[in-house]
Each structure stands twice: as C-alpha cells, then as structure tokens.
C-alpha cells in the first residue's frame, strides 16, 4: 500500500468525449505526476505538478490537462478522447526531486 | 530512437538462479536511474536506485550502472517465484520526468 488512491478504477467511455480521473497523494507529499501506461508498454510521463503549478509536461496534446489542490490531491482531463487514449492512468506521488514515485493502482479507461 | 531500451523478454530462470535485467538509455547528461518491478495488474514499486557508477547491493538485488556505456542492469540473485513481474528501467530526465521503458517480463520456474 502506497497511500496514492485513484478513482474510478475502471471506466467505459466513447469517443469524444471527456473524463476527469482523480487521486490522492500520500501524506507529506508535495508533488504528483500523472503517467499512461499502455498495454504491453512502460508508462510514459504526461506531467507533474507542485504547488498546485504545472512544473513538467511530457509529449501529450492539451486535450490532456490537469489541476493539483491545495490538499495535494490531483485530477487529470482529457477532452475529446480517442480510441488511443485508452490505457492505464497512474498517479505518483513523491516529494519534489526525489527519485522515489508512489503510485496508486490507476484508472483503466476504455475508450469506444 | 527511445530514451530508454529494454529486452521485453520474456525472460525464464529457474528458482535459484540468478536474474540479469539490461537497461541502455540515449540521454548521456542522465545522472539517476531506477528499477521498478510491476506484478500483473498491479502498479510500480521502487526496487532500486543508482546514481554513481559501479555496483549498488540491497539484499538479493544489486544495481549496476556504466555512464560510459549508457548502460544499467538489475541482478537478482537466489530468484524466487514471487519475483515474476515486470520489472521497468527509468532514468530521470530534465523537466521532472521520468523516462520507462517498456519493461522485461521475468517468471521465475519453480
């Protein structure tokens, strides 16, 4: 057990439309990043976020957007999906510079 | 070409044997690199971290990196069937990213 929840775990959705996936960090964490995992493949990084700013964006459309609160907690949007986006979403958190991520069990996403 | 490269495997040893995990990497400024193990349907855990050249023991796993080489393996030693998993190679890259690669299956025969 990390402490890093995500919601939902599973979720159906069409093409075209939009999703918002949430987690909760570990306690005492300040930084959170959200990965794709698809299958068969190694995560790859979307982006981090640290006191509540966007510090880190790997290659992913805007479509792909996200917000950290006050509480460290995170959400990831994607709009207008595609079939491609689906995949596992892992959350991690981990303190800003350390090398250790924490990561939650994901949200997997069906896209239709 | 990737950021990072790994041998998908699959990768078979029987219990007892020793486990070698290859890991080559593009970015030569890299300075941290790591092992994650996944179980299927599960999510990552840090297994190990190197930052320095030369071998790093921790318990039955020892991490080895050659920065001349761009190159970091994962040995494990006395492998026991609860160590069949994924096991993913990462190197920390500027921007506050994480680079994985595609991960090497590994199932330990009993």
């Known amino acids: 057990e990390t402490g890093v929840t995500q919601s939902p775990t599973h979720l159906i959705k069409t093409r075209g439309q939009q999703v918002t996936l949430r987690c909760s960090s570990q306690?005492?964490?300040?930084?959170v990043s959200w990965y794709q995992q698809a299958l068969g493949q190694g995560p790859q990084f979307i982006f981090q976020y640290y006191r509540e700013e966007e510090n880190g964006r790997g290659n992913f459309p805007p479509r792909f957007s996200g917000l950290q609160f006050p509480n460290y907690s995170s959400e990831l949007n994607v709009n207008a999906l595609e079939l491609d986006d689906s995949a596992l979403y892992l959350c991690?958190?981990?303190?800003?510079?350390?090398?250790?991520?924490?990561f939650g069990e994901g949200s997997r996403l069906t896209v239709l | 070409q990737k950021e990072v490269e790994q041998n998908s495997g699959p990768l078979s040893v029987p219990e007892g044997a020793i486990a070698s995990l290859n890991c080559t990497y593009s970015?030569?400024?890299?300075?941290?690199f790591f092992w994650y193990r996944q179980y299927s349907g599960k999510s990552p855990e840090l297994i190990m971290f190197i930052y320095s050249n030369g071998d790093k023991e921790d318990g039955r796993f020892t991490a080895q990196l050659n920065k001349a080489s761009q190159y970091v393996s994962l040995l494990i030693r006395d492998s026991q069937p609860s160590d069949s998993a994924t096991y993913l190679c990462?190197?920390?890259?500027?921007?506050?990213?994480?680079?994985f690669g595609t991960g090497t299956s590994l199932t330990v025969i009993p």
């Open positions: 990462a190197v920390r890259g500027t921007g506050n990213q994480f680079y």
């Open positions: 970015d030569r400024g890299s300075q941290s």
């Open positions: 306690s005492g964490h300040n930084t």
């Open positions: 991690a958190s981990s303190f800003l510079g350390s090398g250790e991520l924490f």
